[in-house]
């Protein structure tokens, strides 16, 4: 049975979630607040994290950053705001998906499903071989998931390497927005086109002077060139 960790202050939402997600099959544990969800995701293992983002004691953003320091445990936040920049920080502190209150129950459980089903794929499978892509200073390690500009690794977020090695390994390609979001996100992605355009922009800013390499291809998508 998959574990779902419940962070929010009102009891309400808590229990909104609750409902649904043992409805759906999953066992469903709680927090109030930041500092208590840090705290049992360093004793216990969860398949997913639903945390909203404005929470007394500790905010869901620093939250975040903190557990990302020793799990890579999905996580979906939750927040009043529905602003660009919010939708980017989440992004950048490692988020997997982001849900503007307030929000449809069974939306959320349909994207819990997406998300977790998504996770447990990329976690199965035998060990891959080593692969790299090298162009001037940029060094793609597949295999390791690393990424290296002159040498200094950049750092990304798990969606963000997803993103960039789709594009690599599709180098010259033009890449339609609707084929990025399903081979990325998946078919069942129930969010919009403006998280594909969210993700674009954090890759160009991790890239630096690679950012050149990301084409936007206006009213189609975008294009990785090395030419």
């Known amino acids: 049975m998959s574990r779902i960790l419940v962070v ?3 009891y309400r939402i808590r229990q909104i979630i609750r409902k649904y997600g043992e ?5 469903v544990e709680e927090a ?11 004793k216990e293992q969860f398949d997913i994290i639903i945390m909203d983002v404005m ?13 990302r320091k020793f799990s890579q445990t999905p996580i979906i936040m939750l927040s009043a705001r529905g602003e660009e920049y919010d939708k980017i920080h989440g992004f950048e502190l490692g988020s997997d998906d982001y849900i503007v209150k307030p929000f449809s129950p069974k939306e959320l459980m349909m994207r819990v499903n997406a998300v977790i089903k998504r996770s447990s794929g990329n976690s199965q499978g035998d060990e891959p071989k080593k692969e ?3 162009y001037e200073g940029l060094n793609v390690d597949f295999s390791a998931r690393i990424v290296t500009i002159d040498g200094k690794r950049v750092d990304m977020t798990p969606k963000e390497y997803e993103l960039f090695f789709y594009m690599v390994r599709n180098k010259g390609l033009a890449l339609t ?3 990025l979001i399903s081979e990325v996100w998946g078919y069942d992605f129930f969010g919009d086109e403006r998280t594909l355009d969210t993700h674009i922009k954090l890759l160009r800013k991790s890239l630096g002077d690679y950012s050149r390499c990301i084409v936007t291809l206006r009213g189609v998508g975008y294009r ?4």
Request: one cysteine or more; a negative charge; aromatic letters at 12%.
């Open 23 to 27: 409805f759906e099959g999953y066992e």
């Open 8 to 10: 929010d202050d009102e």
């Open 177 to 179: 927005r609707e084929k």
């Open 224 to 227: 990785f060139e090395t030419v």
């Open 132 to 134: 790299i892509f090298k």
């Open 55 to 67: 929470m007394p004691e500790l905010d869901g953003f620093s939250a975040c950053r903190e557990i």
């Open 32 to 42: 109030v607040d930041g500092m208590q969800a840090i705290e049992v995701c360093r």
